[in-house]
């Protein structure tokens, strides 16, 4: 059975302590490996979807949580960090983003507005139901908040469910679910506002011949359409999410202007990682090991001798490619080279050089989990391992 705490301790990338319980640390393979991923996220929310990156508030006052409505729903879930001022720490970046939209609408007094966020939300969690990195009282999610007309809806919902599969396949999970997460009871909103926002997104599932489950899971502040995905093991995981919140801009008195209103105007809260940690922990336990897409060992050199010839032709190579020392290195043992080649096996490219690869100025590569060998001239080779370390979505 594949261990994923014992995995990350053996290839450093991430430790858990018993005195800071619910949090994880990445160490620096570990920290490239997520730098990777959020990389990616940043792509496809700036290049493909033209979002726009903020930085929110992490703390506010009681008054805000009841005004959003998160202090009746998620008040045994917050961390109030001070009793004088009644402050808590957000469990979700949507309170704050709305501060942050509001200032944004006043100055450009127009719709849309679309924002994103990678940053940590705290909940506090009971201790026995933290669990590895897939429930930890801090996490990063990767938040957008989107202010739109209504007629526009679908082209987000639209947008949302290709790029998820797209961002999906590049970690090897292809076995996807949609499901439709109606409101349930704790529902904020009016009658109108529930049936309005439930029929925009079966319609649109409809519309698209989407298949779908049904469920009735969505957020106190509207429907939703949860990704899920199924692992391995067969085990379900949802991840990815998209809401129509018909109701929060209203609740909250957002200023809208002109001919924006609270009936043709909405909020739509979506990620497509869901929250880091837990992803990563899913593609990890998927793939029994990190994916290239975003793995720390990329590359690894290794010498068939340690010939000085030989190590100057490695390091002029590395000198050439590097920019990120954790994610490509040098084996500079005087091991056997079955020996090197077995303890650098979870890298996804073994180069291997010899005196006929330094005569010839190529490059003998070994790429273990295809278990193929290839011969690349030098200046192909860096074209190759610079294409590879470029963030795809």
């Known amino acids: 059975m594949f261990d994923i705490k014992e995995y990350a301790k053996i290839y450093m990338l991430f430790i858990f302590h018993e005195m800071c319980a619910g949090q994880v ?70 309170p704050m983003h709305m501060i ?146 018909l109701c929060t801009l209203e609740r909250i008195r957002f200023p809208l202007l002109n001919n924006d209103n609270y009936q043709n105007t909405i909020l739509i809260h979506q990620a497509i990682f869901g929250t880091f940690e837990r992803f990563l922990g899913v593609v990890i336990e998927h793939n029994q090991g990190v994916p290239e897409c975003i793995t720390p060992f990329l590359c690894k050199f290794i010498g068939i001798t340690n010939k000085e010839e030989i190590m100057n032709y490695i390091n002029n190579i590395y000198e050439e490619i590097i920019d990120n020392i954790d994610d490509i290195s040098i084996d500079y043992s005087n091991e056997h080279l079955n020996n090197k080649i077995k303890k650098n096996f979870h890298y996804e490219y073994l180069c291997i050089i010899g005196e006929k690869e330094v005569k010839n100025n190529e490059i003998n590569i070994y790429h273990t989990k295809q278990n193929k060998k290839y011969s690349l001239s030098k200046k192909e080779f860096i074209i190759f391992i610079k294409d590879k370390k470029k963030y795809k979505c």
């Open 25 to 94: 640390s990445f160490l620096p393979k570990g920290k490239t490996m997520m730098s990777k991923m959020y990389n990616m996220a940043h792509h496809l929310y700036k290049n493909v979807f033209h979002y726009s990156e903020v930085s929110s508030f992490s703390i506010a006052r009681s008054d805000y949580w009841n005004l959003t409505g998160h202090m009746s729903k998620y008040k045994s879930n917050m961390f109030k960090i001070d009793e004088e001022k009644d402050m808590y720490l957000k469990p979700m970046n949507c």
């Open 100 to 245: 942050l939209a509001e200032h944004i609408y006043k100055i450009q007094q127009k719709t849309p507005i679309k924002i994103y966020e990678f940053n940590y939300c705290f909940r506090n969690e009971n201790s026995g139901s933290l669990y590895s990195l897939f429930r930890l009282i801090r996490f990063t999610q990767d938040d957008v908040h989107i202010i739109e007309s209504l007629d526009n809806i679908p082209n987000y919902l639209d947008l949302f469910i290709k790029h998820v599969k797209s961002t999906y396949s590049k970690f090897n999970l292809n076995n996807i679910k949609v499901r439709f997460s109606k409101t349930d009871v704790d529902y904020i909103g009016n009658i109108d506002q529930k049936n309005k926002s439930e029929f925009i997104i079966k319609n649109f599932l409809c519309k698209n011949n989407i298949d779908y489950i049904d469920s009735v899971e969505g957020a106190f502040y509207g429907p939703k359409i949860d990704i899920i995905v199924i692992d391995r093991l067969n085990r379900n995981w949802q991840v990815g999410t998209i809401q129509i919140d």
